[in-house]
């Protein structure tokens, strides 16, 4: 059995601005903005609350209810936190009221997604009983009974988890393996909330759990393709995480390098595993995957691609930009204050401007999931400054009359090469990094920022019930997606929310944010 990390913490560096008193200006312009986020909160909620209460997610067009991740009530216990982080407390108490009856012992599910059961339901159940002061006992009971039900996952001859889970066969005890071919983010992005729930109840099986996988990444960081980074794909069923070939910090893959710093202050330091894994995989990472995009404006942006690694010899650099790849930057300034690597808050600056350069660039104002630009490298002979014809034999090599033909048809904004998927699904990831890089740096302009983003999402994804997804964002007004995923709840409207609070809600000095936007509060 491993054990939570025991003695002294380490003194961990201050991680939020040093704010001023604001003017009453000031003030008076975050507290209508504030107002404003809220405000589609609580319309959002009501939605849900009128259409699919106690089901996973209200369809924002139709009004009707999805269920996909379990028939627990995901957006109930994904909104928790945010309900009572916004004040609504009556609404909370009314949602606690449910919690109790929710059975986490069975599914209509055949099969259970163990890393969405894990970010949604035990952090949002983790989350809401650590920001309401440890009140509310039925929700660590809850969470207890849940992470006891997932506990069974990581019963394997190697303790690997069976991360797509046939969770009868489990409760059962029939045998189980780990899967040859796992997400990397779907294994590697369990050890906050497990971390948490072995702290809050002093039973160390839930750390010991994740502990023992950390230490397969551990050993076999520098034994990959592209030693420190780790493929997208990993074999648990043998735990050997080094054979695949695709690596990128985009979805499928993302979470795990978020939750190294994030694990490191959860430890409170306690343990150096989670730095050297960072800092190894940082390292690699800028010199595979960030990439400096060709811009109008010329400006220092910094976007992570992917790279596939054939042979020693050969390997192919994708230049594909992704919203869920918009955490970077947030996860960079993060590390930089918690490790003490100052010089690293340009990178995660550069990295937030290369997704607000995405939004930026798009008719609706809004970023697209999934988009490829034009790659520049800084040289001492070459500056990265933008032309048409730069641009135009990034569209299209050698050929600028097809060139202008892929622009037009694409609706291409300059140094966009295609958009590979043109939806926006109510993500959170570039908010996400606004706010945390505003709670480091105080920079008030990320506020004017985020409240363009704000507006913009606002103006055409509000539904008479709620939020809804786009299909394309190169629209002005782009058709809508009847979905929205509590992640909107859970996350982006949170995040929204949060950068225009007092700094001292959910202070980044108290609380790491788990990958599904639930604060936990780190050790004192």
């Given at each position: 059995?491993?054990?939570?990390?025991?003695?002294?913490?380490?003194?961990?560096?201050?991680?939020?601005?040093?704010?001023?008193?604001?003017?009453?200006?000031?003030?008076?312009?975050?507290?209508?903005?504030?107002?404003?986020?809220?405000?589609?909160?609580?319309?959002?909620?009501?939605?849900?609350?009128?259409?699919?209460?106690?089901?996973?997610?209200?369809?924002?067009?139709?009004?009707?209810?999805?269920?996909?991740?379990?028939?627990?009530?995901?957006?109930?216990?994904?909104?928790?936190?945010?309900?009572?982080?916004?004040?609504?407390?009556?609404?909370?108490?009314?949602?606690?009221?449910?919690?109790?009856?929710?059975?986490?012992?069975?599914?209509?599910?055949?099969?259970?997604?163990?890393?969405?059961?894990?970010?949604?339901?035990?952090?949002?159940?983790?989350?809401?009983?650590?920001?309401?002061?440890?009140?509310?006992?039925?929700?660590?009971?809850?969470?207890?009974?849940?992470?006891?039900?997932?506990?069974?996952?990581?019963?394997?001859?190697?303790?690997?988890?069976?991360?797509?889970?046939?969770?009868?066969?489990?409760?059962?005890?029939?045998?189980?393996?780990?899967?040859?071919?796992?997400?990397?983010?779907?294994?590697?992005?369990?050890?906050?909330?497990?971390?948490?729930?072995?702290?809050?109840?002093?039973?160390?099986?839930?750390?010991?759990?994740?502990?023992?996988?950390?230490?397969?990444?551990?050993?076999?960081?520098?034994?990959?393709?592209?030693?420190?980074?780790?493929?997208?794909?990993?074999?648990?069923?043998?735990?050997?995480?080094?054979?695949?070939?695709?690596?990128?910090l985009g979805g499928m893959s993302d979470s795990l390098y978020e939750y190294f710093p994030k694990q490191h202050l959860m430890l409170g330091g306690a343990n150096q595993q989670y730095r050297d894994l960072y800092q190894t995989a940082l390292t690699s990472a800028k010199q595979h995957l960030f990439f400096r995009p060709l811009?109008?404006?010329?400006?220092?942006?910094?976007?992570?691609?992917?790279?596939?690694?054939?042979?020693?010899?050969?390997?192919?650099?994708?230049?594909?930009?992704?919203?869920?790849?918009?955490?970077?930057?947030?996860?960079?300034?993060?590390?930089?204050?918690?490790?003490?690597?100052?010089?690293?808050?340009?990178?995660?600056?550069?990295?937030?401007?290369?997704?607000?350069?995405?939004?930026?660039?798009?008719?609706?104002?809004?970023?697209?999931?999934?988009?490829?630009?034009?790659?520049?490298?800084?040289?001492?002979?070459?500056?990265?400054?933008?032309?048409?014809?730069?641009?135009?034999?990034?569209?299209?090599?050698?050929?600028?009359?097809?060139?202008?033909?892929?622009?037009?048809?694409?609706?291409?904004?300059?140094?966009?090469?295609?958009?590979?998927?043109?939806?926006?699904?109510?993500?959170?990831?570039?908010?996400?990094?606004?706010?945390?890089?505003?709670?480091?740096?105080?920079?008030?302009?990320?506020?004017?920022?985020?409240?363009?983003?704000?507006?913009?999402?606002?103006?055409?994804?509000?539904?008479?019930?709620?939020?809804?997804?786009?299909?394309?964002?190169?629209?002005?007004?782009?058709?809508?997606?009847?979905?929205?995923?509590?992640?909107?709840?859970?996350?982006?409207?949170?995040?929204?929310?949060?950068?225009?609070?007092?700094?001292?809600?959910?202070?980044?000095?108290?609380?790491?944010?788990?990958?599904?936007?639930?604060?936990?509060?780190?050790?004192?």
């Open positions: 059995m491993v054990h939570l990390p025991s003695g002294q913490l380490e003194e961990m560096p201050r991680i939020q601005h040093d704010f001023e008193a604001e003017t009453h200006a000031q003030r008076t312009q975050r507290e209508a903005r504030l107002a404003g986020v809220k405000a589609a909160f609580e319309h959002s909620w009501e939605g849900y609350k009128k259409n699919a209460w106690l089901q996973d997610e209200v369809a924002p067009v139709s009004g009707k209810s999805h269920n996909g991740f379990g028939s627990w009530g995901a957006t109930l216990v994904d909104s928790l936190d945010t309900l009572w982080i916004m004040g609504l407390h009556k609404e909370f108490a009314v949602a606690v009221a449910e919690i109790g009856k929710i059975d986490f012992t069975t599914t209509p599910l055949a099969e259970l997604n163990v890393f969405e059961t894990t970010i949604r339901y035990l952090g949002g159940l983790l989350s809401a009983f650590d920001v309401s002061g440890h009140k509310h006992k039925v929700l660590l009971r809850k969470a207890v009974e849940l992470g006891d039900m997932l506990y069974v996952a990581f019963d394997t001859p190697n303790r690997m988890p069976v991360t797509r889970w046939d969770w009868k066969n489990g409760a059962l005890g029939g045998s189980q393996e780990a899967a040859r071919f796992s997400l990397l983010a779907e294994v590697g992005s369990l050890t906050l909330e497990f971390t948490r729930l072995s702290q809050l109840t002093g039973d160390h099986k839930y750390y010991d759990a994740v502990a023992r996988i950390t230490d397969v990444f551990e050993r076999q960081q520098n034994l990959t393709k592209i030693p420190g980074l780790f493929a997208t794909f990993i074999d648990t069923k043998n735990a050997d995480f080094t054979r695949d070939t695709t690596f990128t811009n109008h404006q010329n400006q220092d942006l910094l976007i992570p691609g992917s790279l596939t690694r054939h042979s020693s010899a050969r390997q192919t650099f994708t230049p594909e930009g992704e919203h869920l790849s918009c955490f970077a930057g947030g996860m960079v300034a993060l590390a930089a204050k918690a490790f003490n690597q100052s010089h690293d808050l340009r990178t995660a600056r550069a990295l937030v401007d290369g997704c607000l350069w995405a939004y930026e660039s798009m008719p609706s104002g809004i970023m697209p999931e999934v988009f490829r630009a034009a790659p520049c490298q800084v040289t001492e002979t070459d500056n990265c400054t933008f032309t048409d014809a730069r641009w135009h034999q990034a569209v299209a090599k050698g050929d600028p009359e097809q060139a202008q033909t892929i622009i037009a048809d694409q609706n291409l904004a300059p140094g966009f090469v295609a958009i590979k998927d043109s939806r926006y699904m109510l993500r959170p990831e570039a908010i996400e990094s606004l706010f945390v890089l505003y709670r480091i740096t105080g920079d008030t302009t990320l506020q004017d920022k985020a409240w363009r983003m704000f507006r913009a999402i606002r103006k055409v994804a509000r539904t008479k019930i709620a939020f809804a997804g786009l299909e394309d964002v190169r629209h002005v007004r782009p058709k809508l997606i009847d979905t929205m995923e509590s992640f909107f709840l859970a996350e982006t409207l949170k995040y929204f929310y949060l950068i225009f609070a007092e700094p001292g809600v959910v202070s980044l000095d108290e609380y790491v944010l788990n990958t599904e936007g639930h604060p936990l509060l780190r050790p004192k």
